[in-house]
């Protein structure tokens, strides 16, 4: 399944919105009606850490300015106002069948 | 809470064989996870390469052509990746993560934590 993302970069001013889509080559929806779409950050320097599960369920611990939503084969990352601590590389996976794939990643900096 | 660490040779010769070990801490590899193994290139995405369930089920990215093995070694509490006859093109940050399992074993939810990786170069 191939993942595309954009945009690739993102610049944002801090307190502004942000949003990242993330297209699929294929749907994600299975029939348990689980949408396997997964939402990553890599912060520099640091290993991926988990945001988004199932297409829109937060991790713990993770705030809720965080919110994931999509359907399908159209999915979208939403910040609802950035902070300075969310820098780094977003990416999108499919957990739906093997071999799972990512997103190319976007990278979202502050203005 | 669960941990993960990669541990191995930083360098490795072309045509060589790539081998690291992730120790799990803070639970057990006995669990309903499945312990896998993804890489990222310089500069470059993620790719996932396998996994292993702790009864040895393995399943495998085709992209490595069945160069790579996944071992578990349940009294260490630990996995293994082997990758055999290696090129400049496996250099990478080498990650071991925790696959969360939902309804079914089968079913894949999610990969947390992760390692913090390790950076293996392939060159003479």
């Known amino acids: 399944i191939v993942m595309t993302q954009s945009p690739l970069s993102l610049p944002v001013t801090p307190g502004e919105p942000a949003s990242i889509s993330c297209r699929t080559s294929?749907?994600?929806?299975?029939?348990?009606?689980?949408?396997?779409l997964d939402w990553y950050l890599q912060k520099p320097g640091q290993s991926p850490q988990l945001l988004i599960y199932?297409?829109?369920n937060r991790a713990s611990g993770v705030a809720d300015r965080f919110s994931g939503s999509g359907s399908g084969t159209d999915f979208t990352l939403k910040i609802s106002r950035v902070e300075a601590e969310d820098v780094g590389v977003y990416y999108c996976?499919?957990?739906?069948?093997?071999?799972?794939?990512f997103g190319q990643g976007t990278r979202l900096e502050i203005k | 809470q669960v941990q993960l660490q990669e541990s191995g040779p930083g360098l490795v010769k072309p045509s060589g064989t790539l081998s690291l070990t992730c120790a799990v801490s803070g639970g057990s590899i006995s669990g309903s996870n499945w312990w896998t193994w993804v890489r990222q290139s310089p500069g470059k995405g993620l790719e996932w390469i396998g996994e292993?369930?702790?009864?040895?089920?393995?399943n495998y990215n085709p992209s490595l052509k069945s160069r790579a093995t996944i071992s578990v070694d349940k009294s260490k509490n630990q996995f293994s990746l082997k990758l055999r006859s290696v090129t400049a093109a496996d250099t990478a940050v080498y990650y071991c993560?925790?696959?969360?399992?939902?309804?079914?074993?089968?079913?894949?939810?999610?990969?947390?934590?992760w390692g913090q990786g390790t950076l293996v170069t392939v060159s003479s």
């Open positions: 996976m499919q957990a739906l069948q093997i071999p799972y794939t």
């Open positions: 292993i369930f702790h009864s040895g089920s393995t």
């Open positions: 294929q749907s994600l929806l299975q029939s348990n009606g689980n949408t396997y």
């Open positions: 993560t925790r696959g969360l399992t939902g309804t079914t074993l089968s079913d894949v939810w999610w990969f947390d934590p």
């Open positions: 199932l297409g829109s």
